[in-house]
C-alpha cells in the first residue's frame, strides 16, 4: 500500500506501475455538531481507504483526498465550505484522466460524505461512458454497512455526528473527535420538516438545521471505538470485496 502524497516522484512511478487500484477518499468541509472537526469527513474516508489499501498491498495507492464536497444544505453552519455538483464532477473527471495517464484505470472513490452521493454516482457513469478503458466506482463506508447501523444505533435519528458517525471517527480517525465536547443531544426544532433523515420517501433538499439545532443526529454519548470497529469491519469487508472485483474486470485488458 502506498499513499501516494508522501511519495517522491520517483517512489509514485514505481507505486503507480504496481497498482491496479487507485483509491481516492472525498469528504466536506462542513459542521459535526459540537464535538466533531469539519474536516471529519475527508478524515474517515482516509482513515478508511488506508485501511483498506492494507488489506489489498501493492495492488492499491491511496491518492490525496478531496477535502470539499456538496454541504450547501449544511451552510447555516459556520465553517461550511461547499462545491456545485459540476465543479465536483470537473475535478474527479480530471482525477481519473490523470490516473489513467499513469496506467492506473481501476478507480475507487471512497466516500465520507453523505451530501457526495448522487454527484459521485454519476461521476462513476460518466466514467463508463466515456471513458472506456476505466472502470470507476463510488463506496461509502455507512451505505456498505446500512444494516449493521440500523441495528445498532439507538434511536430512529441517526446519520450525523451521532453515535454511529463518532465511533467510526474513534476508530479510523479519532483525530476528528473531541471527547471532552460531547453532550446529550440539542432538542430538535420545533418546526419539523416533512421527511425524516432516515425515512424520506421522496427527494426533498432540507436544510440541515431543520432537524438538528446543534448540527449532530442521534446520541453521540453511545459511541465507542469498539461500536466503530465493528462498523468499519463490516463496510471493510464489504469494500474490499469490490476492489477485488474491480481489479479482476479484464473488459477490453484495461490493465
Known amino acids: 500500500m502506498s499513499a501516494l502524497s508522501a511519495l517522491t516522484w520517483q517512489q509514485a512511478?514505481?507505486?503507480?506501475?504496481?497498482?491496479?487500484?487507485?483509491?481516492?477518499?472525498?469528504?466536506?468541509?462542513?459542521?459535526?455538531?459540537?464535538?466533531?472537526?469539519?474536516?471529519?469527513?475527508?478524515?474517515?474516508?482516509?482513515?478508511?481507504a488506508t485501511r483498506l489499501a492494507e488489506r489489498l498491498g501493492d495492488d492499491a495507492v491511496v491518492c490525496p483526498g478531496l477535502a470539499y464536497g456538496m454541504s450547501e444544505h449544511h451552510l447555516a453552519f459556520p465553517g461550511t465550505l461547499t462545491l456545485r455538483a459540476e465543479t465536483l464532477l470537473a475535478v474527479v473527471r480530471d482525477l481519473v484522466e490523470s490516473l489513467e495517464h499513469w496506467g492506473v484505470r481501476r478507480v475507487l472513490l471512497v466516500n465520507g460524505h453523505g451530501g457526495n452521493l448522487d454527484a459521485l454516482r454519476l461521476a462513476a457513469r460518466e466514467a463508463v461512458r466515456d471513458r472506456p478503458e476505466t472502470l470507476v466506482a463510488t463506496v461509502m463506508w455507512s451505505v456498505l454497512a446500512a444494516d449493521a447501523i440500523a441495528q445498532r444505533a439507538v434511536g430512529p435519528r441517526y446519520g450525523h455526528a451521532c453515535e454511529i458517525e463518532t465511533s467510526v471517527a474513534l476508530?479510523?480517525?479519532?483525530?476528528a473527535v473531541l471527547p471532552e465536547r460531547i453532550a446529550a443531544p440539542a432538542p430538535a426544532p420545533e418546526a419539523?420538516?416533512?421527511?425524516e433523515p432516515q425515512e424520506s420517501r421522496w427527494d426533498l433538499p432540507v436544510p440541515f438545521d431543520s432537524w438538528t439545532a446543534d448540527g449532530a443526529l442521534g446520541d453521540p454519548r453511545q459511541a465507542s471505538r469498539e461500536l466503530g470497529e465493528e462498523i468499519v469491519a463490516v463496510a471493510l469487508e464489504r469494500a474490499a470485496a469490490l476492489a477485488r472485483q474491480l481489479m479482476q474486470d479484464k473488459g477490453d485488458d484495461r490493465r
Open 13 to 48: 512511478r514505481d507505486a503507480l506501475a504496481r497498482a491496479r487500484v487507485a483509491l481516492v477518499p472525498v469528504g466536506s468541509c462542513e459542521q459535526h455538531g459540537p464535538h466533531m472537526t469539519l474536516d471529519s469527513d475527508l478524515a474517515i474516508a482516509t482513515g478508511f
Open 171 to 175: 476508530a479510523v480517525a479519532p483525530q
Open 192 to 195: 419539523a420538516p416533512p421527511s
